[in-house]
């Protein structure tokens, strides 16, 4: 089956700190991955996106690249600010052949902590 | 654009009691999921629509809960009776279904407490 495995937190550091939270995955077909982040009494948020091998995702100054090689979809930030402080979920969707299944696996989540 | 509604964004109740969630996807949106949220249990899927059908319910924890779709504009999540160990956020989400993969969106939520 599909699984999603994260980077144990809580992750703290200081503002503009480099950021890398690690997620590695198993699927059956050619999935899609996801990166959500879930701000403090909010839903989850979708950060970012790559639907094939080697795309680039990126948004608000995160990156995550799609390595079938490695099945991984780190997520990255070059300096972080206190307002990135939230918890972070990897996911992906499954499909083969273009099918889209429509359930995201999620892992279980990063919280990061960003100090002044 | 509005996302995904969710209603009530907080519900207190004690226990034995019925409580209803509501949800409105996004519009043009055939898919919708409603999602349980625990600090113990992470974020848990417990229903899966897709054009008002209910496809997978496997999560659904027990008998006491029950999920309707009666139209692509609504959704219903139902304890009945309630027991505090349903304590949770409950999250619907909603989304194109369509070959490319398209992402969920969350509503921001319904916090419900069980005395």
């Known amino acids: 089956g599909n699984s999603v495995t994260q980077m144990e937190g809580p992750v703290t550091l200081s503002e503009e700190a480099f950021l890398t939270i690690n997620c590695t995955y198993t699927?059956?077909?050619?999935?899609?991955l996801f990166w959500y982040v879930q701000y403090p009494g909010e839903g989850l948020q979708l950060l970012l996106k790559?639907?094939?091998?080697?795309d680039k995702g990126s948004n608000k100054g995160f990156e995550a690249t799609y390595r079938k090689e490695t099945t991984s979809f780190h997520l990255e930030k070059g300096s972080v600010q206190v307002s990135d402080s939230a918890v972070y979920f990897c996911?992906?969707?499954?499909?083969?052949?273009?099918?889209?299944?429509?359930?995201?696996?999620f892992g279980q989540g990063t919280i990061l902590t960003v100090h002044p | 654009d509005a996302g995904v509604i969710q209603s009530p964004r907080h519900e207190v109740t004690e226990m034995g009691q019925e409580v209803t969630l509501r949800c409105k996807p996004i519009s043009g949106h055939n898919s919708l999921f409603w999602y349980r949220q625990t600090m113990m249990r992470g974020l848990e899927l417990l229903i899966y629509f897709n054009n008002n059908v209910p496809i997978d319910d496997s999560g659904m924890p027990e008998d006491r809960f029950s999920a309707k779709m009666p139209n692509a504009s609504f959704s219903t999540l139902k304890i009945q009776p309630s027991e505090p160990r349903d304590s949770a956020v409950y999250f619907c989400a909603s989304r194109r279904e369509t070959y490319s993969n398209q992402p969920q969106h969350f509503g921001d939520g319904t916090r419900l407490s069980i005395l």
């Open positions: 996911a992906l969707i499954s499909g083969a052949g273009g099918t889209s299944y429509g359930k995201l696996t």
């Open positions: 790559a639907t094939k091998a080697d």
């Open positions: 699927a059956t077909g050619y999935p899609s």
